[in-house]
C-alpha cells in the first residue's frame, strides 16, 4: 500500500515561494501521475497540479504562471513550488496518486501565508 | 473548466437511513466521475471511481450511479461512520475539479 507524506514550512511570508515535498514510500513513483491539490475554507478542494515521473506536467491555468512541479525518482519523491503567494494561497496541501483518480493521499500539511 | 454542483450541501438523516447524493457536471463527462469521503481534519478517502467502481476495500453500502452529466452517490443503509463530507470529482479533462461537498450530519 503506497503511502504519502507531505513536509516543509508551515508558514510563509507574503510575496515569497511556497516549497513543500512529497515522499512516496512502499511503492515506487515510476509509471504513475502525482498530484498537488489545496484545501481551503473559501475554494473547496482545489487541483493544483500533476507530474508523471518522467518529468511532464500539467498544471490548474488558474495557478499556472505560478506554479512548478518537479520530480526526484531517485529519492521517490516529487515537490511542489508557488511563488508570490498571498494570504489566498493559505490552505491544507495534500500530495496524492492520480490514477487519474486521487487513490492514494498523504494526511496534508497545513501552509499559513503570513507576515 | 468543468464545473460540478452537489445537491444538497447539508443533509440530516438517521442511522439505517438510504441516503442518495447527486453530482451535476456543466458538460458531459462521460463516466470520468470519482466520489470522496472525508472526515474532519483528514485526507478525502476515495469511494468510487469511474462512476460505478467500488475502490477496494470500500463498505458494500456505498454505489455510484449515473453517466454524461447526472451522477449520484448512495448509501444503503447509514452508519455512525459514514457521517462525514462528500465530494464529487471529475477526471475527465484538467483541470481536474471537484464539487463543493455534502455535508452529511446525524439527524
Known amino acids: 500500500q503506497v503511502q504519502l507524506q507531505e513536509s516543509g514550512p508551515g508558514l510563509v511570508k507574503p510575496s515569497e515561494t511556497l516549497s513543500l515535498t512529497c515522499t512516496v514510500t512502499?511503492?515506487?513513483?515510476?509509471?504513475?501521475?502525482w498530484s498537488w491539490i489545496r484545501q481551503s475554507p473559501g475554494k473547496g478542494l482545489e487541483w493544483i497540479g500533476y507530474?508523471?515521473?518522467?518529468?511532464?506536467?500539467n498544471y490548474n491555468p488558474s495557478l499556472k504562471s505560478r506554479v512548478t512541479i518537479s520530480v526526484d525518482t531517485s529519492k521517490n519523491q516529487f515537490s511542489l513550488k508557488l511563488s508570490s503567494v498571498t494570504a489566498a494561497d493559505t490552505a491544507v496541501y495534500y500530495c496524492?496518486?492520480?490514477?487519474?483518480?486521487?487513490?492514494?493521499w498523504g494526511q496534508g500539511t497545513l501552509v499559513t501565508v503570513s507576515s | 473548466d468543468i464545473q460540478m454542483t452537489q445537491s444538497p450541501s447539508s443533509l440530516s438523516a438517521s442511522v439505517g437511513d438510504r441516503v442518495t447524493i447527486t453530482c451535476r457536471a456543466s458538460?458531459?463527462?462521460?463516466?470520468?466521475l470519482n466520489w470522496y469521503q472525508q472526515k474532519p481534519g483528514k485526507a478525502p478517502k476515495l469511494l468510487i471511481h469511474?462512476?460505478?467502481s467500488l475502490q477496494s476495500g470500500v463498505s458494500s453500502r456505498f454505489s455510484g450511479s449515473g453517466s454524461g452529466t447526472d451522477f449520484t452517490l448512495t448509501i444503503s443503509s447509514l452508519q455512525p461512520e459514514d457521517f462525514a463530507t462528500y465530494y464529487c470529482?471529475?477526471?475527465?479533462?484538467?483541470?481536474?475539479?471537484f464539487g463543493q461537498g455534502t455535508k452529511l450530519e446525524i439527524k
Open positions: 507530474i508523471f515521473y518522467s518529468g511532464s506536467t
Open positions: 496524492a496518486r492520480d490514477y487519474p483518480y486521487f487513490d492514494s
Open positions: 458538460q458531459s463527462i462521460r463516466s470520468y
Open positions: 469511474a462512476a460505478s
Open positions: 470529482q471529475q477526471s475527465y479533462i484538467t483541470p481536474h475539479t
Open positions: 512502499g511503492g515506487s513513483i515510476s509509471s504513475y501521475y
